[in-house]
């Protein structure tokens, strides 16, 4: 793009401030396309729910960045039609492609089709239009009075995706897919546009949250495998080391996704590079992925960004990581501790646990001796249902069968001055524990610092 000749006595013409309005365009180019990649698509957009059952495509707002870097808003300095459309479109088992078009400016032709009133801009055929009436528009930088000024908007059209092969003079951004459900027809949920910033697609900022949430909330399984003080008086685990490293990949990771997500105008394109950074990191603790997500025989794995299937990256890495939390946190399913209650302590669990897949125990805390702490429980404390303890109590029959542990189960970290007990699946009590699940913990002479807990556990 060459650049206007200014010198003195030149008649002005149009042409001179349009190309060197181009020229100053040109001049960016090399630092926008050194920038963000993928840096056009939605950035906020609203579509009519209601207009569908109708068959008509309605847009109530949009922020929209075309390929081209033209920036259009609607309602502001862009029009938009309605657009009908014909259920027949729709292929079998395949969706209707919403895109928004804007045309191409011509370098050889006119682009602004003068309008006689504010509707007939939304069917022109140019890039542009224009009202033949000018608006007043006020002077920024003094008190004169406002001059008539005619501007231009830009002219957005609705089209499908069987008619792109005649809009090659044409930029366009896909919206929307239309499918059946059942007899009605609706836009589909796990469509994302392309999207030059998070707030272009509510769905993607949800699935973000859903996998921040995730992490945060396996990080909070592995809180309790950190060194607290009272483990500094016994033997360290070695094999505690592998949850401490992984709680440090979910904390570190955690807390960058808790930042990214509370800023909705970052790029989806960041968001994908910080999951790819994590997969590879939680590879660290998985046979199974190497740290592009693939399996041993170069299969999966997270695919490059797709501008263009958003939805197709996030909803694999989504998976994937899912996977790979499932094989580092081994932690308890469930934990409820026992609450003082009159001579006795309760706990309650809900039913969801009580299945073939999971695990029940027992562990006691306090500073008396251990082997003396475990041994006066077995002789004088029993655990029931609730409403079984008082009969138990007054026949002198014991509660739920419980076998000491040698140790703490695989998965849970040790404790000092704890101990662990199975809760034998089997029996009367069992069964009347599954059918209230509320549990009665009752020992006479208990220590003043017991804290009990019951801890669920899924088979490995």
């Given amino acids: 793009m060459k650049s206007v000749y200014w010198h003195q006595g030149m008649l002005l013409q149009p042409q001179h401030f349009q190309l060197s309005e181009l020229h100053q365009q040109f001049r960016l180019e090399p630092w926008l396309a050194a920038g963000m990649p993928h840096f056009w698509g939605v950035g906020e957009l609203t579509l009519s729910e209601a207009s569908i059952d109708n068959r008509v495509i309605e847009i109530r707002s949009a922020r929209l960045l075309f390929p081209d870097r033209s920036y259009t808003e609607y309602p502001g300095n862009a029009v938009v039609a309605a657009r009908t459309f014909d259920p027949a479109w729709l292929d079998e088992g395949r969706p209707l492609v919403v895109h928004v078009a804007l045309e191409r400016l011509a370098r050889d032709a006119n682009n602004v089709t003068v309008a006689s009133t504010a509707d007939a801009r939304l069917h022109a055929a140019t890039r542009y239009a224009t009202l033949q009436s000018a608006e007043d528009v006020g002077d920024l930088y003094s008190d004169h009075p406002p001059a008539p000024v005619r501007t231009l908007t830009y002219v957005l059209r609705i089209v499908f995706e069987h008619e792109l092969d005649d809009l090659a003079d044409h930029e366009t951004i896909p919206i929307a897919h239309i499918i059946?459900?059942?007899?009605?027809?609706?836009?589909?949920?796990?469509?994302?546009?392309?999207?030059?910033?998070?707030?272009?697609?509510?769905?993607?900022?949800?699935?973000?949250?859903?996998?921040?949430?995730?992490?945060?909330?396996?990080?909070?399984?592995?809180?309790?495998?950190?060194?607290?003080?009272?483990?500094?008086?016994?033997?360290?685990?070695?094999?505690?080391?592998?949850?401490?490293?992984?709680?440090?990949?979910?904390?570190?990771?955690?807390?960058?996704?808790?930042?990214l997500t509370e800023y909705d105008r970052l790029h989806p394109w960041m968001i994908y590079g910080a999951l790819r950074q994590l997969v590879g990191e939680l590879s660290v603790f998985s046979e199974r992925f190497d740290m592009l997500g693939e399996t041993s025989d170069a299969r999966g794995g997270l695919p490059p960004y797709d501008h263009r299937d958003i939805n197709g990256c996030f909803s694999r890495a989504h998976t994937l990581i899912s996977?790979?939390?499932?094989?580092?946190?081994?932690?308890?399913?469930?934990?409820?501790?026992?609450?003082?209650?009159?001579?006795?302590?309760?706990?309650?669990?809900?039913?969801?646990?009580?299945?073939?897949?999971?695990?029940?125990?027992?562990?006691?805390?306090?500073?008396?001796?251990?082997?003396?702490?475990?041994?006066?429980?077995?002789?004088?404390?029993?655990?029931?249902?609730?409403?079984e303890m008082p009969q138990l109590i007054a026949l002198a029959l014991p509660g739920v069968d419980l076998t000491r542990l040698p140790c703490a189960p695989q998965g849970l970290p040790r404790r000092s001055h704890a101990q662990y007990f199975r809760i034998e699946q089997t029996g009367r009590q069992w069964d009347a524990i599954k059918r209230d699940g509320l549990l009665s913990l009752r020992w006479l002479d208990a220590p003043d610092d017991l804290h009990a807990e019951l801890i669920v556990v899924r088979q490995s």
Avoid: W
Avoid at 208 to 231: F, H, N, S, T, W
Avoid at 333 to 360: I, N, W
């Fill in 323 to 387: 996977h790979l939390l499932d094989e580092i946190a081994i932690g308890p399913e469930y934990v409820a501790a026992f609450e003082p209650d009159g001579t006795q302590q309760l706990a309650q669990l809900p039913s969801e646990v009580f299945d073939a897949r999971h695990l029940f125990y027992l562990t006691i805390h306090s500073e008396s001796d251990p082997d003396t702490l475990a041994q006066r429980f077995l002789n004088g404390g029993r655990v029931a249902a609730a409403n």
């Fill in 180 to 259: 059946r459900d059942g007899d009605r027809l609706r836009f589909a949920d796990d469509f994302v546009p392309p999207c030059y910033a998070l707030s272009g697609s509510r769905d993607l900022k949800n699935r973000v949250a859903c996998i921040r949430d995730e992490l945060a909330g396996r990080a909070r399984r592995l809180q309790q495998y950190k060194c607290p003080r009272e483990m500094r008086h016994v033997e360290f685990d070695t094999n505690y080391m592998v949850f401490l490293l992984a709680l440090r990949s979910l904390n570190r990771f955690g807390s960058q996704l808790f930042h």
